[in-house]
């Protein structure tokens, strides 16, 4: 029987000996230093039956280890043969040791060589077979080593994730936490996953079990992430009612009230605020990552707009400015200081020193043109916006003048993208109103770049542009090529059909733009029109936007049906209580009435009486501007529909009258001149009609306190037998075709006074001064003799 014995002996010391080799091998790989692992590699590699887990062993270390330097032909060469074995292998490979390659490759983060990269494929695609043989703790080391090496969401974390999502409950507090901040950097969408982690949470938190502040930062912060609205509303309510605060750091609560920031379903509780205040410090705020100062700065500011009635996220904002200035905290990224500076701007106080000390200790690392160059336009823009906002332009010159170098450079070069579009919006409207060669740069980007940037930045950039000193004048004058360009381009734009949702302000905003810049554009002011009519009847419109779209479309005498049902319906609405207007918005509405010829003497008295007791409290100009509306106003009614003021209304009426007598200005200038004189001389000819050149004529009685140019008059009876209107630049807009002017047309308010002139049986002509420019003094004056013959009807009188 010992002879039987002996062979089988043999074997099993040679089975021994085997497994000897092998787990020397493995310590050798695992223990190696920098001299000896290579020769290990090479030997590894030269070897023809190296098992496919000592490969995943060597190229782990080879990749994850900075210490040994591997060459990277070395690590190339392990990382294909453990594909290839991976790939061809028919033995089954332990669980432990894919999920140890998997976290040794994670451990150098996102792999950008092709060797490395086909071995992360090459391990994922062992997944599938080995995930039901996986412990709890591998699962979790699996799904952290994928969210490192920045996996998308595939097949198999979602198989990991299902298999963890049954057993969440067997998790300790402290792997539930370490899983949720994997989850919240993962940028996986997975909401039911999140969902089920929520309810896990709940559950401990609701337990009585003592979890640790860490835990519910974590899982809060990672719900706030990746979750439905409807999963991260209850999970803010639940931390409402249950947490006290009292025991979580700074950074903790800095993330959980960015949850509530964004996610605006759930406002918080006061005692996260207080928790908040109570635990900062200089060395504090100085302790914690960057990051999160920026993302408590971005929470407070947003939350400071829902939380009207507390004056804590504003007050945290500006000890936190203090403490970052006190603890000499630098090395923020754009993004903070982006956070931090907008912030800063809501909490400012006028005169307040701290905004001014906090801007310069955080923007001095950030006011070079390398640093500058770190930011993304729209962090830059926001930053630049802040610091205007707060008149700092002159007290921190050099970021000022790198950011405008910056934006100059940029709007030549950057690409068109909706991100862009609206940083330049916001560097535009610092340059209210002053303009510059920055902002001719922007509207031409804008306008090359219309069809790739997001309607509101288009509907901004024109409100920015018709505020600027010159661009109005330029426009009255035809010579703004690039505004007008830019229009035609946004109307493109608007009229091709991609849905975007526009709010109130967006439509108020362009047409208000339109009627500024007088500059007509048909299509795109039906289309407003169309917008606003629905806003007004969503009841998603307001007295101040729905007054700048009426403007902006009876000032350029734009009469489509959209814009007549528009005004139809605002004046049924008025009545109805379903709008009700400013005092200082009411003079518009009442002008639109007049400009469409849109009547309804209900609607007409209910303004009235609105503005009747009111306009005291309006400014000065407001109280000009409204009264000369309402005079306009009145004419058309009394004149054309027959209205007859009443006692009530009497005095408004009057001082509408008086104040157009007071503001009738004698602006006489070189045309006016030239038309009368050549008016005289054409008398002059004929003696006979006993007409003499008046300037300056009211119309009283008929129309109170409406001036013409100029009237013949009969110096026996005193009667205007002829009016004149000399019509400069801006008595009239510029009509847009698709490429640009196609013509011009009298504005709303010039078109209106020769109704209410002609609908009160005067005679009159208007002379174009465009006309006027082209003739010489000889044609001037047969201009005019042909004109008052015809319109007199007295060619005997004036004869060629």
């Known amino acids: 029987s010992l002879s039987f014995m002996l062979p089988s002996r043999r074997l099993s010391a040679v089975a021994r000996q085997k497994l000897r080799r092998q787990s020397d091998l493995r310590s050798r790989i695992v223990d190696a230093d920098k001299h000896e692992f290579e020769e290990v590699c090479r030997e590894l590699l030269s070897s023809g039956s190296a098992l496919p887990a000592d490969l ?103 198989l990991l994730l299902d298999h963890l999502d049954r057993r969440l409950d067997m998790l300790s507090d402290f792997a539930l ?12 969408k997975i909401g039911d996953f999140a969902k089920s982690m929520a309810v896990s949470w709940r559950q401990r938190a609701e337990g009585q079990r003592g979890l640790k502040s860490n835990v519910h930062a974590a899982v809060v912060f990672a719900v706030g992430k990746v979750a439905d609205k409807d999963v991260i509303t209850e999970v803010l309510r639940v931390a409402n009612n249950s947490l006290d605060y009292s025991t979580f750091t700074f950074t903790e609560l800095s993330q959980i009230l960015w949850v509530y920031a964004n996610n605006g379903g759930v406002i918080p509780s006061e005692s996260i605020w207080k928790s908040l205040l109570g635990a900062l410090s200089a060395d504090g705020v100085g302790a914690c990552a960057t990051q999160t100062i920026g ?102 010159p050099e970021f000022v003048a790198a950011a405008r170098q910056y934006f100059a450079a940029a709007a030549k070069t950057v690409p068109g993208t909706a991100a862009n579009g609206r940083a330049f919006t916001q560097v535009a409207w610092t340059m209210v109103p002053e303009g510059g060669p920055e902002m001719e740069a922007i509207v031409d980007w804008f306008t090359a770049n219309s069809d ?188 054309c529909h027959g209205f007859v003021h009443s006692p009530q209304e009497a005095a408004l009426i009057a001082e509408a009258l008086e104040e157009a007598q007071i503001s009738g200005v004698d602006a006489r200038g070189a045309f006016q001149t030239g038309v009368c004189r050549t008016l005289e001389r054409v008398l002059a000819r004929s003696p006979r009609t006993g007409f003499q050149v008046v300037s300056e004529v009211d119309l009283a009685p008929e129309l109170p306190g409406l001036v013409v140019d100029a009237a013949l008059v009969d110096g026996r009876i005193g009667s205007r037998g002829l009016l004149v209107e000399v019509d400069g630049p801006h008595h009239y807009v510029s009509v847009l075709g698709a490429s640009g002017v196609s013509g011009r047309q009298y504005n709303g308010q010039s078109a209106l006074k020769h109704e209410l002139i002609r609908k009160a049986g005067f005679r009159l002509i208007c002379v174009e001064d465009e006309k006027w420019r082209t003739m010489d003094r000889a044609d001037r004056f047969e201009f005019i003799r042909h004109e008052v013959s015809d319109a007199l009807n007295s060619r005997e009188l004036f004869p060629g």
């Not at 150098?108 to 990269?117: L, N, V, W």
């Not at 500058?372 to 921190?396: M, Q, R, Y």
């Open 56 to 158: 995943l062993c060597a190229a782990g270390r080879a990749v994850a280890s900075t210490k040994l330097s591997v060459m990277a032909e070395t690590v190339d060469a392990l990382c294909w043969a453990s594909t290839e074995r991976l790939c061809s292998a028919e033995e089954e490979i332990p669980s432990s040791e894919v999920v140890a390659a998997l976290v040794s490759l994670a451990s150098a983060g996102k792999p950008h060589r092709p060797s490395i990269r086909r071995l992360v494929e090459g391990l994922k695609a062992r997944i599938p077979s080995v995930t039901p043989q996986m412990s709890l703790q591998e699962i979790h080391r699996t799904i952290t080593a994928l969210c490192k090496l920045k996996e998308p969401l595939g097949v198999e974390v979602q």
């Open 177 to 188: 936490a370490s899983l949720a901040r994997t989850i919240a950097s993962s940028g996986w």
């Open 295 to 396: 993302y408590a700065f971005w929470a407070a500011g947003v939350l400071s707009h829902k939380c009207h009635s507390s004056g804590l996220p504003l007050e945290l904002i500006r000890q936190m400015a203090q403490c970052v200035v006190l603890g000499s905290v630098r090395g923020f990224q754009p993004s903070s200081v982006s956070y931090m500076v907008w912030a800063v701007s809501l909490a400012a106080s006028q005169d307040c020193l701290w905004v001014g000390d906090f801007c310069k200790h955080l923007l001095a690392d950030n006011s070079s043109r390398e640093t500058i160059d770190k930011f993304k336009s729209l962090e830059l823009a926001n930053t630049f916006a802040a610091v205007c906002s707060l008149g700092l332009k002159d007290s921190l």
């Open 452 to 639: 790739k940037v997001g309607l509101r930045s288009l509907c901004r950039i024109l409100w920015a542009a018709s505020k600027c000193d010159g661009v109005v004048e330029a426009c009255a004058g035809q010579q703004s090529s690039s505004v007008v360009l830019l229009v035609c381009a946004a109307a493109r734009r608007f009229l091709d059909g991609r849905s975007e949702r526009l709010e109130q302000q967006d439509v108020a905003l362009l047409v208000w733009a339109l009627g500024t810049l007088r500059l007509s554009h048909y299509e795109l002011e039906e289309r407003c029109c169309v917008l606003a009519r629905g806003m007004l009847m969503d009841g998603r419109n307001d007295s101040r936007h729905l007054a700048m779209v009426l403007w902006g479309i009876t000032s350029n005498s734009h009469r489509s049906q959209p814009a007549i049902d528009l005004i139809k319906d605002t004046a049924l609405a008025v009545p109805s209580g379903s709008i009700a207007f400013d005092v200082a918005d009411v003079a518009v509405v009442l002008w639109a009435m007049a400009a469409s010829d849109v009547y309804d003497q209900v609607a007409f008295r209910h303004l009235l009486s609105v503005l009747a007791p009111g306009s005291g409290r309006l400014s000065a100009a407001e109280r000009r501007a409204s009264l000369s509306k309402v005079h306009r106003a009145y004419l058309w009614a009394r004149l």
